[in-house]
């Protein structure tokens, strides 16, 4: 399988052109309201224009994996998916998001132009097959639990659809409990299955179920491990975002700081100019 020729239909697909063949996926966790979203794409899309680095909106419209029940989930399915909607439209971007059942799989097609399949549920064989059917691009993110070689089938049962647009995301391995490791291997051994490989730069510094019923993070390692990914050859970036992350109501302790986001995207592209 030819990974260039993938990238190629994804990125055609998206609409970008004569862009660095770098992917940057960013927004904040969970659609809260449409002033964080908005300020938050406002803000990146300047940057990634400044850059020249093809850029994808990324926001759950709901939070359906938390420790606990009583932690926020999201401000409805319609009302986040309409704010997608005004986002796509107000700033002119593609937008991902991620689905947790057969049934939203459609829905979420209607919007998200990335059908992302969270962590936990990468091996879930109808969700994979539902969301491969929407003929969207497919972001399948690397369960914690899971090696990078597993990895080549839950692609398989995406493409046993017909649909071959389909990313991987790297995003760290338990180690432990309540802690997180990343190898950066497998980032290498999942680009040798064909497909492009996104480096998850914020869930991987995340301590699950760390901090008495939510997770915790160390959000210092955020650029270290984002510029080893980059140069272990990870294809784009994945990085949560908010305006004020401890203010945040899904993932804060993990998030980078809107206003660090060009510091660190400034260091990626010098990586990236390297050209290794």
Same mark, same amino acid.
């Given at each position: 399988?030819?990974?260039?020729?993938?990238? &190629?239909?994804?990125?055609?697909?998206?609409?970008?052109?004569?862009?660095?063949?770098?992917?940057?996926?960013?927004?904040?966790?969970?659609?809260?309201?449409?002033?964080?979203?908005?300020? =938050?794409?406002?803000?990146?899309?300047?940057?990634?224009?400044?850059?020249?680095?093809?850029?994808?909106?990324?926001?759950?419209?709901?939070?359906?994996?938390? #420790?606990?029940?009583?932690?926020?989930?999201?401000?409805?399915?319609?009302? +986040?998916?309409?704010?997608?909607? *005004?986002?796509?439209?107000?700033?002119?971007?593609?937008?991902? #998001?991620? $689905?947790?059942?057969?049934?939203?799989?459609?829905? %979420?097609?209607?919007?998200? &132009?990335? $059908?992302?399949?969270? %962590?936990?549920?990468?091996?879930?064989?109808?969700?994979?097959?539902?969301?491969?059917? =929407?003929?969207?691009?497919?972001?399948?993110?690397?369960?914690?639990?899971?090696?990078?070689?597993?990895?080549?089938?839950?692609?398989?049962?995406?493409?046993? #659809?017909?649909?071959?647009?389909?990313?991987?995301?790297?995003?760290?391995?338990?180690?432990?409990?309540?802690?997180?490791?990343?190898?950066?291997?497998?980032? $290498?051994?999942?680009?040798?299955?064909?497909?492009?490989?996104?480096?998850?730069? =914020?869930?991987?510094? *995340?301590?699950?179920?760390?901090?008495?019923?939510?997770?915790?993070?160390?959000?210092?390692?955020?650029?270290?491990?984002?510029?080893? +990914?980059?140069?272990?050859?990870?294809?784009?970036?994945?990085?949560? #975002?908010?305006?004020?992350?401890?203010?945040?109501?899904? &993932?804060?302790?993990?998030?980078?700081?809107? &206003?660090?986001?060009?510091?660190?995207?400034?260091?990626?592209?010098?990586?990236?100019?390297?050209?290794?």
């Amino acid at each position: 399988m030819n990974k260039s020729h993938i990238f &190629d239909s994804i990125f055609t697909y998206l609409g970008f052109k004569k862009q660095r063949n770098f992917l940057l996926i960013a927004g904040p966790c969970v659609i809260e309201n449409k002033s964080v979203v908005f300020k =938050t794409c406002e803000h990146i899309k300047n940057i990634s224009a400044k850059y020249n680095l093809p850029f994808v909106f990324k926001s759950s419209y709901i939070k359906a994996n938390r #420790t606990s029940g009583k932690s926020f989930r999201g401000i409805g399915m319609e009302k +986040a998916l309409q704010i997608l909607v *005004q986002t796509k439209k107000e700033f002119s971007v593609p937008v991902l #998001t991620d $689905i947790h059942s057969e049934f939203e799989a459609g829905i %979420a097609a209607e919007v998200a &132009d990335i $059908i992302q399949i969270p %962590a936990f549920l990468c091996r879930q064989t109808e969700l994979l097959e539902a969301a491969g059917e =929407t003929g969207k691009i497919i972001n399948i993110k690397k369960g914690q639990f899971m090696s990078p070689e597993d990895m080549k089938y839950q692609a398989e049962k995406v493409a046993s #659809t017909g649909n071959n647009k389909i990313l991987f995301t790297e995003r760290g391995t338990f180690f432990g409990y309540n802690n997180l490791v990343v190898d950066m291997r497998s980032i $290498i051994i999942m680009k040798k299955f064909g497909y492009p490989v996104i480096f998850d730069g =914020t869930h991987s510094v *995340q301590m699950p179920s760390a901090n008495k019923g939510v997770s915790g993070g160390k959000p210092e390692f955020i650029e270290p491990l984002s510029k080893a +990914a980059v140069s272990a050859g990870a294809d784009g970036l994945f990085i949560e #975002t908010h305006p004020e992350p401890m203010k945040a109501l899904s &993932d804060g302790s993990n998030m980078l700081k809107l &206003d660090k986001f060009e510091l660190l995207v400034d260091k990626i592209v010098k990586l990236i100019n390297l050209k290794f």
